[in-house]
T-cell receptor, first 110, second 112 residues
Framework: GDSVTQMEGPVTLSEEAFLTINCTYTATGYPSLFWYVQYPGEGLQLLLKATKADDKGSNKGFEATYRKETTSFHLEKGSVQVSDSAVYFCALSETGKLIFGQGTELSVKP | NAGVTQTPKFQVLKTGQSMTLQCAQDMNHNSMYWYRQDPGMGLRLIYYSASEGTTDKGEVPNGYNVSRLNKREFSLRLESAAPSQTSVYFC???????????FGSGTQLSVL
């Protein structure tokens, strides 16, 4: 069945460091891919999405490219801030179903 | 503009008791979902309803049942609660498969 695998956290970075959070997926067809973020004490909110191969989603300095050949959708940001500290969830959507990875906690230190 | 409304916010059950979690959305969304969130496990899909009149199993459906009562409402029932069902439950909805998910505020359930 469909599944999403994320790199394990927690990830701890210094402010202005480069961020990569790996996400790979398995799916039977051609899913849409998403990154959601959960800030402390809040609910999940959509960060970015890509609906077909080679699409790049971007928002708030974060980017992710839908790579069909490697079944990946890695999240990147060039320079993280303390305010980016949160849990990040990769997700895929296919035929109405929407499933999430286990989440990766990011902690950014000043 | 209420969005997705879940009730109750907190619940404590004894093993073997039953209960129904209620969810309603006022955004005319087609698809509705129930997830559970456990530490280190992310959100796991219990059941979903891609459109009114349909329901399908997700990743962890055992021990749960759902009802899509109408386009607005999607309830989750625990027939005989077990301690393993202690979790935070989220209802969510979206208009189409490529649009963002709107979440309810969650139900914290403890089964003793």
């Amino acid at each position: 069945g469909d599944s999403v695998t994320q790199m394990e956290g927690p990830v701890t970075l210094s402010e202005e460091a480069f961020l990569t959070i790996n996400c790979t997926y398995t799916a039977t067809g051609y899913p849409s891919l998403f990154w959601y973020v959960q800030y402390p004490g809040e609910g999940l909110q959509l960060l970015l999405k890509a609906t077909k191969a080679d699409d790049k989603g971007s928002n708030k300095g974060f980017e992710a490219t839908y790579r069909k050949e490697t079944t990946s959708f890695h999240l990147e940001k060039g320079s993280v801030q303390v305010s980016d500290s949160a849990v990040y969830f990769c997700a895929l959507s296919e035929t109405g179903k929407l499933i999430f990875g286990q989440g990766t906690e990011l902690s950014v230190k000043p | 503009n209420a969005g997705v409304t879940q009730t109750p916010k907190f619940q404590v059950l004894k093993t073997g008791q039953s209960m129904t979690l209620q969810c309603a959305q006022d955004m005319n969304h087609n698809s509705m979902y129930w997830y559970r969130q456990d530490p280190g496990m992310g959100l796991r899909l219990i059941y979903y309803s891609a459109s009114e009149g349909t329901t399908d199993k997700g990743e962890v459906p055992n021990g749960y049942n759902v009802s899509r009562l109408n386009k607005r409402e999607f309830s989750l029932r625990l027939e005989s609660a077990a301690p393993s069902q202690t979790s935070v439950y989220f209802c969510a909805s979206r208009r189409t498969v490529n649009e963002k998910l709107f979440f309810g505020s969650g139900t914290q359930l403890s089964v003793l």
